[in-house]
């Protein structure tokens, strides 16, 4: 399978499976001999599980796969929501969600960009008090979209209600200024009722978050930014006709989800993206989708993104190269002993609009890497973990009007380092980096300002010197926003991750109205209650929590861990 197949206009992928050969081809043959790709169109529910109660949850995690037909049919709807908001004035669209409910537009803003005439579009999906000041600067001309499948993830709501008092003190009926997404009768759909919002639009039931691009999860969002979603959407139906082929040398989103499952059975599960500049956002999506899809029963791939140029690649990884319109493989790849023969499989884009193709692809590999790998790719069993491990922390806070802390094992300039139990049983704080083994990956999760390009930089410069230290696979995700997506792996997946979490103290906080906390607060209960749940899951994991926020003093506890 070394040659590049093509189903009318779509790009199957070429494999280069290298020492994979015999698992890739095993794994084709599982897909064709249980006939895996009709039982999945058809919602042939045994395939999943013989438990009538998991038969069942699958059965409402499947629209995914035709949605994109109900979905068209709303587009005149859209398209005069969004004529209707450009004529109106409106200068700012601010989407405010989570995971699922924000990533697919944020690619798409990113990617595809905002057309010409119409308002700025930003995603805030923090609730760090920067971001939110920075979102909302111009709330009497903005206009809000507000996106949860539930209604009731607690970021989301947040940001609702402080863009409501906002709003209000500039004179502003709040409800005119604000559009829902969500499922049927949520609680989000019925404030929506109450508080007379400008629009509502009500997304199928049996659609998971992270499986809602092609939704009106993605799609409203798209048609507000001016994008064609019409074309978006063809080319997500063409992609659906090209994945019914049985043979998955010939179905492109089989040979992904078996090249996945095959290099993760062998041990190769760092699924290393290399993609042009104009796709790397893309890579956030991807990596949502596949981590939380996958990552549990100690079961997972681990995407990797954005990732020094200079790392040799261990035997741990396959590549997936992401090629857009034609353009020759990129050369960011350091052709070591090790990469030279690292499984890959490139797939050619042709054009922008063409990401809905990739949208549906990627759903229907990574289904198809679920079923391989034997886990449920439609759940996220400990994502609620970390919510609960929250919630207690703040209604322990709304009783003593403080977080209730930990003794920290060292601190050094004021910086206060903690670890968890796995991981001082066997390293002091500042030997941490001596924790990381050679099958093992270090997430690096950071709760500041994601726009912060000063804290960004220090983060990049870290993860690029342990990757060059240690050789070890790194991931970098924000906080909260990765509890919503790779949370999912790090505490359901092997444990062959090694975490370094880092909070600051807050400068400016702003109160959550209608909340007995502020935005800080949440934010740091989010982080401690997710370190919580590392320890609770036996995981590996050091906090550091920084007197301010200083990147120098980020810069310089870093620089003391790298000389250990």
């Known amino acids: 399978m070394t040659n590049a197949r093509q189903s009318g206009a779509i ?26 790709i009709d039982a999945l169109w058809i919602r042939k529910l045994d395939i999943w599980s013989s438990d009538p109660s998991i038969q069942q949850q699958i059965a409402n995690r499947l629209g995914w796969l035709d949605v994109f037909t109900g979905v068209l049919s709303k587009v005149p709807r859209i398209q005069t929501v969004a004529k209707s908001i450009s004529d109106d004035n409106i200068s700012d669209i601010v989407l405010l969600g989570m995971g699922g409910s924000s990533l ?3 690619v798409m803003r990113a990617v595809i960009g905002v057309a010409a005439g119409h308002p700025q579009f930003h995603v805030l999906d923090s609730i760090d008090s920067l971001s939110v000041n920075t979102a909302m600067a111009r709330v009497k001309t903005s206009l809000f979209v507000l996106a949860s499948k539930s209604g009731s993830t607690i970021e989301p709501n947040a940001l609702a209600s402080e863009a409501e008092r906002r709003l209000g003190e500039a004179g502003i009926t709040p409800g005119s200024r604000f559009v829902a997404i969500t499922d049927n009768d949520t609680t989000l759909h019925r404030r929506a009722i109450d508080q007379h919002f400008r629009e509502i639009f009500i997304n199928p039931p049996d659609i998971g978050g992270r499986y809602s691009a092609l939704s009106l999860f993605g799609m409203v969002p798209a048609g507000l930014m001016g994008i064609n979603i019409n074309e978006v959407l063809t080319s997500a139906r063409v992609m659906a006709d090209a994945c019914r082929a049985a043979d998955p040398r010939r179905n492109p989103g ?17 699924l290393t993206l290399i993609l042009p500049p104009r796709l ?10 596949v981590a939380e899809s996958t990552g549990k029963q100690g079961t997972g791939v681990v995407p990797v993104l954005g990732e020094n140029p200079e790392a040799q690649f261990g035997e741990d990884r396959f590549i997936v190269r992401l090629l857009l319109g034609g353009e020759s493989s990129p050369t960011t790849i350091k052709e070591t002993k090790y990469s030279a023969h690292t499984p890959t499989i490139t797939i050619q884009i042709p054009n922008l609009t063409a990401l809905g193709a990739e949208f549906f692809r990627w759903e229907l590999a990574t289904a198809t890497a679920g079923w391989l790998l034997n886990v449920n790719p439609f759940d996220e069993p400990n994502v609620q973990q970390a919510k609960d491990a929250t919630r207690l922390l703040l209604d322990r806070y709304s009783l003593a009007e403080r977080l209730p802390g930990h003794e920290p094992d060292a601190v050094i300039e004021g910086v206060r380092l903690t670890l968890t139990d796995a991981a001082r049983r066997i390293v002091e704080p500042l030997a941490f980096l001596q924790l990381l083994q050679p099958s093992d990956y270090l997430g690096l999760l950071a709760y500041l300002p994601p726009q912060d390009e000063a804290f960004a930089q220090v983060l990049q410069e870290l993860r690029n010197a342990i990757t060059v230290r240690t050789g070890v696979a790194t991931t970098l995700g924000y906080g909260p926003r990765y509890l919503h997506s790779t949370g999912q792996l790090h505490k359901g997946g092997p444990n062959t991750g090694v975490f370094l979490l880092v909070t600051a103290d807050v400068v400016t906080d702003l109160p959550i109205p209608g909340a007995p906390y502020s935005f800080g607060v949440l934010e740091m ?40």
């Open 280 to 289: 790397k956002p893309f890579g956030l999506w991807i990596e949502q989708l």
């Open 525 to 564: 209960a989010q982080a401690s209650g997710d370190f919580a749940s590392l320890n609770n899951t036996g995981r590996r994991a050091l906090h550091l929590h920084l007197p301010t926020r200083d990147p120098e003093s980020l810069r310089r506890i870093a620089r003391t861990i790298l000389a250990n």
């Open 11 to 36: 790009d199957v992928g070429t494999p280069d499976p290298g020492p994979l050969g015999s698992a890739l081809e095993n794994a084709c043959q599982q897909v064709e001999r249980f006939q895996f």
């Open 104 to 106: 697919a537009p944020e």
């Open 254 to 270: 089989l040979l992904l989800g078996a090249t996945i499952a095959a290099a993760t059975r062998s041990g190769r599960n760092k």
